[in-house]
């Protein structure tokens, strides 16, 4: 039986608070209930929800643990030893690195409780560590400084003298004419180089250039919504679209087909940032799609994907089989090839072999053997697969299976002792055997070579410096799917929007319906069952789907429910 805000005994910091009058006893009951349901500090959840200022909170707290309180203003940020610790800490346990003495590593902490922090720091370093106190909405922004920093390689050393001299290399090694004069147009290149440059600074997934008849508007995908961001003279729009074929070493000549071409932009000597471009001949002129694929987010790891720790495990257990099939489904820009190459870095070392076919590789990745598909020169998808077959593999990866064809292949090679990864385009688990069935798969080969399916959508992250808390009545909660013992005491969050935001949110997060085909469920298939069928089953089993994840994502304080629903309506 859990305990009612009410229930709780006050100790320690929450029973200061209230001593001093910073807080009312209930809303001290209801913040230490909430605090303790997403697993976060106190102090956070108190910043947070603006029931209390940083600053109090950090003097009551230095003065009731007897720890130093330090203020991080008068930190320069680029002289913080970030290197020293690992970014999984510094996000996880909300702390980071101040100053190094001898073998002595002092880290920032806003709760000094937070032992965790002191001893995985302590631990990875090697060092002694000792944690100083500090305001948590400093130390927040200090977190978001450091993190976008290592995300975006060092983009914000980038001034308006470095537009001119981006090293920028096309993807292609036989350039088309790039005698243009879009290629030499230094307004142009200064102006779309500051674009890239903002892109990536911002976190976006795509960039839209977009000529119309009256006017001509740039457009960034950030956090999977489209924004305006620039709005240049309509004239220059067939002078923009050449700058970008050039870049792109696409012949500028050409303005009747779509093309398709790619770009690297060197950073620094660790960092690049691949961008996939396609054209497209429109009423006015050609519109230009640039997706941004950033290798580090193939790199993320498993725990930054938003797994629940029994979907992880499932997870973990399926990539961890020599032979069968794992899929995973969802629509497109829902962080399918993430999860794939996620997988694929877990596997790959000396031992295994591992090849993919993708169209197109988005991805390098060191040590795999990576093929890029090319109909036109008749490398198909099955052609690959066949390939692949004489090259001794341990793990495959199909980009996407299409066609009943290349279904066919891979399921043989899942049932010759090869581990196969690969996508389709359903909208849930449970769709995904019936659609393979609908394909002409044999159901028997389906039943006994799947061993798991992963839906899944990305829904935006509330940005932790201005949610706020949103108390939703309990009939209208009921019939969003919440338990009815929750429903009355459920504290959820809604965005606002502040500097370090998109609006209330920032970044995204995965949510999930990952369900290993069963015996039963193997049984349905094999019967001729349809997805409802196995839904049900699925639901009798245990396993959450989408819209169950995505109100844990809700509970957790992780989205807002108006997210939710827009990512899980059906």
Request: with cysteine; hydrophobic share 40%.
């Amino acid at each position: 039986m859990s305990l009612t805000p009410s229930k709780i005994a006050l100790g320690g910091l929450a029973k200061r608070l209230v001593q001093d009058g910073v807080l009312d006893e209930s809303i001290a009951q209801e913040s230490v209930a909430q605090s303790q349901k997403t697993k976060q500090s106190l102090i956070s959840y108190l910043v947070q929800g603006k029931h209390a200022k940083a600053h109090v909170l950090a003097n009551i707290a230095s003065q009731e643990f007897g720890t130093p309180l330090f203020d991080l203003d008068s930190m320069d940020v680029d002289q913080i030893p970030k290197e020293l610790v690992d970014e999984n800490i510094i996000r996880n346990q909300r702390t980071i690195p101040l100053f190094k003495r001898g073998n002595r590593l002092f880290i920032a902490i806003s709760d000094p409780t937070n032992l965790e922090a002191l001893d995985k720091a302590r631990f990875q370093t090697g060092m002694s560590v000792e944690g100083i106190l500090v305001e948590d909405d400093k130390l927040g922004k200090f977190i978001d400084k450091i993190l976008d920093e290592k995300e975006s390689g060092g983009l914000s050393e980038f001034d308006d003298e470095d537009l001119d001299n981006l090293d920028i290399q096309g993807g292609d090694d036989d350039p088309k004419d790039e005698g243009d004069a879009g290629g030499d147009d230094a307004p142009i290149v200064r102006f779309i180089n500051k674009l890239l440059i903002d892109a990536i600074k911002k976190g976006a997934s795509d960039l839209h250039f977009e000529p119309y008849e009256k006017e001509y508007r740039v457009r960034f995908r950030v956090d999977g919504v489209l924004k305006e961001m620039a709005s240049p003279p309509v004239n220059l729009a067939s002078r923009l679209a050449a700058r970008l074929k050039v870049m792109s070493r696409l012949d500028i000549a050409e303005r009747r087909v779509p093309q398709d071409g790619r770009i690297k932009m060197k950073l620094s000597k660790n960092k690049a940032i691949d961008f996939r471009v396609s054209t497209l001949p429109t009423l006015w002129g050609e519109k230009v799609v640039m997706r941004i694929l950033d290798p580090s987010s193939a790199m993320l790891g498993i725990d930054a994907l938003g797994y629940e720790p029994v979907q992880k495990k499932s997870f973990m257990d399926a990539i961890a089989k020599p032979q069968g099939m794992v899929l995973v489904t969802g629509p497109t820009g829902s962080g399918k090839t993430v999860s794939l190459y996620t997988a694929v870095n877990i596997l790959n070392d000396e031992e295994t072999n591992i090849s993919t076919a993708e169209d197109p590789v988005e991805i390098n990745l060191p040590g795999v053997n990576q093929v890029q598909v090319n109909p036109r020169a008749g490398l198909t998808f099955p052609m690959a697969l066949r390939a692949f077959l004489r090259q001794d593999p341990d793990v495959i990866l199909v980009g996407e299976i299409r066609d009943l064809e290349t279904a066919e292949i891979a399921i043989k090679a899942a049932q010759t002792g090869h581990l196969v990864l690969s996508t389709l385009h359903t909208n849930s688990a449970p769709e995904t055997l019936t659609r393979l069935v609908n394909m002409g798969v044999a159901p028997f080969n389906i039943a006994t070579t799947v061993h798991l399916i992963i839906a899944q959508r990305l829904a935006r992250r509330l940005c932790s410096h201005c949610k706020k808390p949103v108390k939703i009545p309990a009939e209208a909660l009921l019939k969003e799917g919440f338990r009815e013992d929750e429903a009355e005491t459920l504290t959820l969050y809604e965005p606002v929007g502040c500097d370090n935001c998109n609006n209330g949110y920032k970044g995204r997060v995965g949510i999930y319906e990952v369900m290993p085909v069963s015996n039963e469920i193997s049984r349905i298939v094999m019967r001729g069952g349809n997805a409802i069928e196995i839904a049900d089953q699925m639901r009798a089993e245990g396993i959450s789907d989408l819209r169950s994840s995505g109100l844990e994502k809700a509970r957790q304080g992780v989205s807002s429910l108006q997210e939710i629903n827009r990512v899980t309506s059906d």
